[in-house]
């Protein structure tokens, strides 16, 4: 049996497993417990980790590092609100990114992590007697490539070999042993600490395919802790004329507190919230005493908006995944949150039918990372995993139109060839932009990557083959080729990760394209009528200067229908209308100059072939942006 491991790196807990027997199982820590606090506190030079971290935070509230997980491989600007809430500080680091400020030490959340992710390998290792050094480590589904690489750093930092990072919600349902059994499709619902997931999954005869993904990446079980603060703290100020909130101590005490009651209601119906010496009254200097009754349903209250925002993510899932609530087969519930009654019955509801509990939510996640380590490692066998492109991929065509090549949700691996061409004659290089999203317009969309292909022999616009290649391989890298067919030559570029970006960037992404769609049908129509116009143009053009014979007065008509439509191609305000009208007009001119200047064709067929010859040599370099097209 191989020492690779499973480790769920959490918000708020991590669990550290392993395969043994065959079968995944947690392993314990230092305390004999089988979930760690994702807390990480310096005390009198003392670095403390995990439940003992977590005991003294109340006394230690600035020393105190928590829901890390939020900052991994985020840039400052990303996370105001974290910053806002920490009762840590939190300072821009010259890279853009955060550090943590405890003394005078600045900590980066990679180190945090690694810090975390190093007492669960150090705890696992004395009580297996082995040196651990694998590990696969699991993410949020929608964790972009940032974060999963600040995740490898820190597994790294920890001095673990990273085999792979997995999508939460996969490691669920591989936990759940789903692929044992005949086609299904799941929902997972991963309500955890600081992150909500929805994904549904295709499962059957060992094969996991990832249909859809959706969420918040800022709506976890902590935001219910806050509600409850935010509810003390106004009843509190109304009483006594303190803001307990401006108190980092304080806070830090709420906080806790809040949990502890979040957590006896989803057994109780009432619990009460202690908090002595809380504060002292402004007046007589008098110590204060917070002691409140919260019940069920005040709660239920509470988090009731919190609530309503699990239910959009759900509806997208499916809808994406194209199918009904009836559809789903199975649904399984992970993270600490699901134990809220509450959250369990918008489940139940929206679903119509019982989650499937006998997991435990908080373990279900790390068991199945084990069994991806099992699987990396040659332990289990017989298991394929799938994803789906979150956004839809393609290229940058002429007049800024992004056509797309994979749509979104496509299941990956998956490869795709369309020919396209150039747009201007003896064009000799294209420019291939990449880009990801579900505008009509190639600037709206996320700009992945450009690359040229060069060298291609002049011809007349419209004639290069150039066949352009999108290939995504299982683990969501991009390869991109452009062949031009006459001559075989090739570029290409790879993308990392383009299966994974940020909850939030897809919905922003997909919301707009809803928004804009009129908008965007108008671009494309407007796009498609000035291409049609300027290749016209282009045709007439190297027609009337081919044809020598043409006198200046059968010249004359062409030449200003051209430069007209010129005019007209250069200006961003011309409407879709006009562009056909000019097309017309200048089939109708170049009708009527070929008609009058018929007998000098043959002639004309030989001097194209000496001005392409001509032209060639001073066009070499001249690549154009997105100046090719689909072909035919
Ligand atoms: P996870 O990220 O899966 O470790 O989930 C942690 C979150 O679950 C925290 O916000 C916990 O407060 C919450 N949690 C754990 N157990 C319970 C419970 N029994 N009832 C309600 N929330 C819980």
Request: proline residues 4%.
């Amino acid at each position: 049996m191989g020492n690779a491991v499973g480790i769920d790196l959490g918000t708020t807990n991590s669990v550290i497993a392993r395969m043994e027997g065959g079968e995944p199982t947690v392993l314990v820590n230092g305390e004999g417990a089988r979930t760690t606090p994702s807390v990480v506190a310096f005390k009198d030079d003392q670095r403390l980790v995990g439940q003992v971290a977590k005991r003294q935070a109340v006394l230690n509230a600035q020393g105190t590092l928590f829901e890390i997980k939020r900052f991994m491989g985020r840039t400052w600007e990303e996370v105001a609100s974290e910053v806002e809430r920490a009762p840590y500080e939190v300072v821009k680091a010259d890279d853009g990114g955060v550090r943590f400020k405890v003394g005078d030490d600045l900590h980066s959340p990679e180190e945090i992590s690694a810090m975390i992710l190093r007492k669960l390998v150090a705890d696992a290792s004395d009580q297996l007697g082995e040196k651990i050094t694998e590990a696969v480590i699991t993410v949020p589904a929608y964790f972009n490539n940032a974060q999963r690489e600040a995740t490898q750093n820190a597994g790294k930092i920890a001095g673990l070999e990273v085999l792979r990072i997995v999508n939460e919600p996969t490691a669920a349902a591989l936990a759940y042993g789903l692929d044992k059994k005949g086609s299904e499709t799941v929902l997972v619902f991963d309500f955890g600490g600081g992150t909500f997931d929805v994904s549904v999954l295709e499962v059957g005869e060992g094969v996991f395919e990832v249909r859809s993904t959706h969420g918040d990446t800022h709506l976890g079980g902590s935001d219910f802790d806050y509600a409850i603060v935010d509810w003390l703290a106004e009843d509190f100020q109304k009483e006594y004329g303190v803001d307990l909130k401006k108190d980092k101590q304080a806070l830090q005490r709420m906080i806790e507190a809040a949990e502890k009651a979040k957590i006896e209601l989803s057994g109780l119906p009432e619990t009460t919230i202690s908090l002595p010496f809380i504060a002292m009254d402004p007046g007589s200097n008098a110590p204060l005493y917070l002691e409140k009754k919260l019940t069920r349903s005040t709660f239920e209250d509470l988090i009731a908006p919190l609530l309503k925002r699990l239910r959009k993510p759900v509806e997208d899932a499916l809808s994406d995944a194209d199918i009904a609530k009836g559809d789903v087969d199975e649904v399984i519930l992970v993270g600490g949150s699901t134990r809220v009654p509450a959250v369990k019955d918008v489940v139940q509801e929206m679903l119509g039918k019982a989650p499937n509990q006998s997991v435990n939510p908080d373990e279900v996640v790390a068991l199945g990372a084990a069994i991806q380590a099992g699987v990396l490692k040659g332990d289990v066998e017989d298991i394929v995993l799938l994803d789906v492109t979150p956004l839809s991929l393609g290229v940058e065509t002429k007049g800024g139109v992004f056509t797309t090549l994979i749509e979104r949700n496509t299941t990956v691996p998956v490869r795709k060839t369309e020919t396209f061409t150039t747009a201007d004659a003896n064009q000799t290089g294209v420019e291939v932009h990449v880009l990801q999203g579900e505008r009509s317009m190639a600037r709206e969309n996320k700009s992945l990557g450009k690359f040229k292909l060069e060298e291609i022999p002049p011809m007349p616009a419209g004639m290069p083959q150039i066949e352009i290649t999108y290939d995504i391989d299982a683990n969501g890298v991009l390869n991109v080729s452009a062949r031009e067919k006459s001559t075989g030559k090739e570029a290409s570029i790879t993308i990392q990760n383009t299966t994974t970006l940020a909850e939030d960037e897809v919905e922003r992404m997909v919301q707009d394209a809803e928004r804009h769609a009129d908008e965007d049908a108008k671009f494309r129509e407007v796009a498609e009528a000035r291409n049609a116009a300027d290749s016209m143009r282009t045709q007439a053009q190297k027609i009337l200067d081919e044809t020598e014979s043409a006198t200046d007065d059968q010249k004359q008509p062409l030449q200003e229908a051209i430069d007209e439509t010129a005019k007209a191609v250069d200006d961003p305000n011309v409407e879709k209308d006009r562009y056909e009208e000019l097309t017309q007009a200048l089939a109708e001119a170049l009708q009527t100059f070929q008609a009058a200047t018929a007998p000098a064709e043959d002639e004309a067929e030989t001097a194209d072939a000496e001005a392409t010859e001509a032209t060639s040599e001073g066009d070499e370099d001249d690549v154009v942006d997105a100046d090719f097209k689909p072909a035919g």
